[in-house]
């Protein structure tokens, strides 16, 4: 990018030399401009991309923190079951129980 920017500026200043036009210094200022304007922007872009990463980062986490999540309550889904059948289970036993005290 910068390079391309330089090039232009390099063939527009061959083109004023070649016009006759020999005062530089407003086109080196130009220039001098420019190339804050590049520098500037080249630490924009790197600041983006360090936020863009840690985002990034952070959305790894909270999927690896939500998948932990989902194990944990898959586990007590699966050991509530369990106690539901047990539970059942001994309600069927008493109830079979008390028929056959009634029935005596």
Do not use: H, W, Y
Not at 53 to 68: E, H, K, L, T, V
């Amino acid at each position: 990018m910068k390079t391309g920017i330089v090039t232009s500026l390099a063939a527009a200043a061959i083109a004023m030399d070649l016009a006759g036009c020999q005062d530089l210094k407003p086109l080196q200022a130009d220039i001098d401009t420019l190339e804050s304007q590049v520098s500037t922007l080249q630490q924009d872009v790197r600041a983006a991309k360090s936020s863009s990463d840690s985002a990034s980062a952070a959305a790894q986490a909270a999927s690896q923190a939500a998948n932990g999540a989902q194990s944990t309550a898959s586990q007590a889904l699966a050991a509530a079951q369990v106690a539901q059948a047990a539970g059942d289970a001994t309600n069927d036993e008493i109830d079979r129980m008390f028929k056959r005290s009634l029935s005596k």
